[in-house]
């Protein structure tokens, strides 16, 4: 056993990952850790030792084989079981410790994924691919750059954005993952699961904004202390509870997905949300918040062909907005259904998100995603599933869009 003392940021999934553990690991040494929302700064755990992974040889094993089945190297195998690399040494029953396998990407969990790991990434992203392009579109009501990736130089605009609701940010990393998969078949000549990366590079350009809502993120995934700017108020919308996983809204109280100016008084009206709250409060008027004006400055800026919202969860597509959609949004959305197993849903009786806006103003296509299933904030083992059905979705919209 080892101690460790929380510091702030520090989730016990975050910890876990840092020091080869599961979180299920931190909890059994620390029991109480379980019963509360969040970890405060200075607490102490007790971690156990990382334990190894082992494996038994099957018939017809050499090292070639054990290392691609874990994804390790021959050298990490050997120098972890010498000589292993002889047949001889290699038999059926030998008892195998097999090292921890590296990253083979630049963007993955290391628990939550929050402000902290975005920037991050990028910055790893930026000096991986020189071509990728970083800029701000803004900053939240605390400060929080809203950071914006560019990547391609056609004359075809795609907005994408995520994490508008904070306790969707898983949305976030599934976005930064296809930037990253994009940018690295675009930079090998390689195809991506049946498309072309350098049609797509000289056809489009497209401008991401990963993480919408910073503040509400960290929210969910850290809690609050008394030194908050907004501790008071937050507790009090909150209704007394330490506990802010179910918080969709940015640190105002404001729903980001309800402050756009279509049919805006109609949402608010409908909803009956009178201030701030942790989810469906509209705000006093349409693009009150900056992380929402940020989002509808840049559009304003380089109008799009197209744009994509990503929500989580519910496995839909939602492309319709009161019959401002043009022709081809349906036809679009049933195809981006068929790629990523969603159901493409005409939606009716919703208002002012930002998908309606982008339709109205631009009569361009526009999507809410909502990806995965369960309920939020989705489990960290669903990232996979959702990152790969997020490009499949963009894919499909930068090769099928006309």
């Known amino acids: 056993m080892q101690q460790?003392?929380?510091?702030?940021?520090?989730?016990?999934?975050?910890?876990?990952a840092r020091h080869g553990l599961t979180p299920e690991h931190v909890v059994q040494g620390n029991p109480w850790a379980s019963r509360q929302p969040y970890l405060f700064p200075g607490q102490m755990l007790f971690l156990p030792s990382a334990p190894r992974k082992r494996y038994a040889?099957?018939?017809?094993?050499?090292?070639?084989?054990?290392?691609?089945?874990?994804?390790?190297?021959?050298?990490?195998?050997?120098?972890?079981?010498?000589?292993?690399?002889?047949?001889?040494?290699?038999?059926?029953?030998?008892?195998?410790?097999?090292?921890?396998?590296?990253?083979?990407?630049?963007?993955?969990?290391?628990?939550?994924?929050?402000?902290?790991?975005?920037?991050?990434?990028?910055?790893?992203?930026?000096?991986?691919?020189?071509?990728?392009?970083?800029?701000?579109?803004?900053?939240?009501?605390?400060?929080?750059?809203?950071?914006?990736?560019?990547?391609?130089?056609?004359?075809?605009?795609?907005?994408?954005?995520?994490?508008?609701?904070?306790?969707?940010?898983?949305?976030?990393?599934?976005?930064?993952?296809?930037?990253?998969?994009?940018?690295?078949?675009?930079?090998e000549g390689k195809a991506w699961n049946g498309h072309h990366?350098?049609?797509?590079?000289?056809?489009?350009?497209?401008?991401?904004?990963?993480?919408?809502?910073?503040?509400?993120?960290?929210l969910v995934q850290e809690g609050v202390l008394s030194g908050h700017p907004f501790y008071e108020e937050l507790m009090k919308w909150n209704g007394g509870r330490r506990s802010f996983r179910h918080w969709k809204a940015n640190i105002h109280g404001v729903d980001l997905g309800d402050q756009f100016p279509a049919h805006?008084?109609?949402?608010?009206?409908?909803?009956?949300?009178?201030?701030?709250?942790?989810?469906?409060?509209?705000?006093?008027?349409?693009?009150?918040?900056?992380?929402?004006?940020?989002?509808?400055?840049?559009?304003?800026?380089?109008?799009?062909?197209?744009?994509?919202?990503?929500?989580?969860?519910?496995?839909?597509?939602?492309?319709?907005?009161?019959?401002?959609?043009?022709?081809?949004?349906?036809?679009l959305a049933l195809s981006l259904a068929a790629a990523s197993g969603y159901k493409a849903v005409e939606l009716t009786g919703s208002d002012a998100g930002y998908k309606d806006w982008f339709i109205q103003r631009f009569r361009r296509p526009g999507f809410t995603v909502e990806l995965g299933i369960g309920k939020n904030p989705l489990p960290l083992a669903d990232f996979e599933d959702m990152a790969l059905e997020t490009g499949l979705i963009l894919a499909n919209i930068l090769s099928n869009l006309k």
């Open 264 to 331: 805006w008084e109609e949402e608010r009206t409908r909803r009956g949300v009178p201030g701030p709250a942790p989810r469906d409060y509209s705000g006093p008027a349409p693009l009150s918040e900056p992380e929402a004006a940020a989002l509808a400055q840049l559009a304003e800026e380089v109008p799009g062909t197209a744009a994509v919202s990503l929500h989580s969860q519910g496995g839909e597509i939602y492309w319709n907005y009161r019959g401002y959609e043009p022709p081809e949004s349906k036809e």
């Open 57 to 187: 040889v099957q018939e017809g094993d050499d090292a070639e084989s054990i290392s691609a089945l874990f994804g390790v190297s021959v050298d990490e195998l050997e120098r972890l079981n010498p000589g292993v690399t002889s047949r001889r040494l290699c038999v059926p029953g030998k008892e195998l410790v097999i090292p921890l396998a590296a990253p083979r990407t630049e963007v993955y969990l290391r628990g939550e994924y929050g402000p902290v790991e975005v920037e991050a990434d990028i910055g790893k992203l930026q000096n991986k691919y020189p071509f990728i392009q970083k800029d701000c579109v803004g900053t939240s009501v605390l400060g929080k750059p809203l950071h914006l990736l560019k990547i391609g130089n056609g004359s075809r605009h795609l907005h994408v954005n995520a994490a508008l609701h904070a306790n969707e940010w898983l949305t976030a990393p599934c976005l930064m993952s296809f930037i990253e998969q994009y940018a690295a078949a675009y930079a």
């Open 4 to 16: 460790y003392i929380a510091h702030h940021g520090d989730t016990v999934s975050r910890i876990a």
């Open 197 to 218: 990366p350098e049609e797509w590079y000289s056809n489009w350009t497209i401008w991401a904004v990963p993480m919408v809502n910073p503040d509400g993120v960290e």
